[in-house]
């Protein structure tokens, strides 16, 4: 079969409009991602808060722990 008149079907149409609207909604819409290096708050930092809950104040000790073999994400 030749290109041509593959093109001139209109079942090729409809397929062709679908990858075209596809690409522009991609082209769009698309956002780049952001990776963040550091999300978790300083050790200093953690020592020297001081938090209150429920009328009582609480200190935050910074201590080594294993981790989890299993990745979890929230």
Do not use: W
Not at 38 to 56: H, Q, Y
């Amino acid at each position: 079969m030749n290109l041509a008149q593959v093109l001139k079907k209109p079942e090729a149409n409809y397929f062709f409009s679908f990858v075209v609207g596809l690409g522009l909604a991609v082209l769009m819409f698309h956002r780049p991602q952001i990776e963040v290096e550091v999300s978790a708050i300083a050790p200093s930092e953690i020592r020297a808060m001081v938090t209150r809950v429920d009328g009582k104040c609480y200190r935050f000790r910074v201590e080594d722990a294993s981790c989890p073999a299993a990745r979890v994400s929230l």
